[in-house]
């Protein structure tokens, strides 16, 4: 059985920092491309940033580029998003997830393993 574990969220003041952590068990990690995706109330679930299976590449959404980085550790099946500068903007549910895509990492539909989400808030 698959299971992705987000860890690392909570209420922190603009310009703060977080680091969210997702465990991931029950697949062969170091076989899929891993992602984070945040979902604000009443809207759509979107992209936030995504790494190949070596680590070798990373991709950010451009609200987040400069601000966040995406990294993984395979010996730990463990992956990572450090958010600097954080803004009130950026508070969503957050959740990570798998593909064993390697074409497609921006669409969530691409996704085949989801965590249940952590929750990030930022007060202005």
């Known amino acids: 059985q698959v299971q992705l574990v987000e860890s690392g969220g909570g209420l922190v003041q603009a310009g703060g920092s977080l680091r969210l952590s997702c465990a991931a068990s029950?697949?062969?990690?170091?076989?899929?491309?891993m992602g984070w995706f945040r979902q604000a109330p009443g809207k759509e679930r979107e992209f936030v940033a995504a790494?190949?299976?070596?680590?070798?590449?990373?991709y950010y959404a451009d609200s987040v580029k400069g601000r966040f980085t995406i990294s993984r550790d395979n010996a730990k099946n463990t992956v990572y998003l450090q958010m600097n500068n954080l803004k009130p903007e950026d508070t969503a549910v957050y959740y990570c997830a798998a593909t064993s895509s390697i074409y497609s990492y921006y669409y969530k539909e691409a996704y085949n393993y989801w965590g249940q989400g952590t929750q990030v808030t930022v007060s202005s």
């Open positions: 029950g697949l062969t990690f170091n076989a899929y491309l």
């Open positions: 790494i190949r299976r070596s680590g070798s590449t990373t």
